[in-house]
């Protein structure tokens, strides 16, 4: 069992920054992934960027590209997501998740997620 805790959530500016923060009780193994996904009102859950554990590979959404980054710290059980340039359609509920299968963009394939944390931007 994983449990995941964002935080970092918040108020930011159009054009500013925020950073998001995971933090993984259990230690995640080997082939697993974590990922950011994240829900605005009447939208459906999507996809923002992930990062393989061990390998460190990483993806990231198109309309986040060149802006966000994610990464981790693998001695802390931590994945975060830096998220510069803030556009207010980055306006959401932003989740971390689990994937114990690899690499997958679909929140059907996440096995665990946090709570979310509120990220609103205002232009």
Known sequence: QVQLVESGGGLGQSGGSLRLSC???GRPFGS??????????????????L????????RT??????????????AKNTVSLQMNSLHPEDTAVYYCAVNRGGISYHSKHYAYWGQGTQVTVSS
Do not use: H, L
């Open 51 to 58: 990062i393989t554990w061990n390998a460190g590979s990483t």
């Open 61 to 74: 959404a198109d309309s986040v590209k060149g802006r966000f980054t994610i990464s981790r710290e693998y």
């Open 23 to 25: 933090a993984a009780s």
């Open 32 to 49: 697993w992934s974590m990922g950011w996904f994240r829900q605005a009102p009447g939208k459906e859950r999507e996809f923002v960027a």
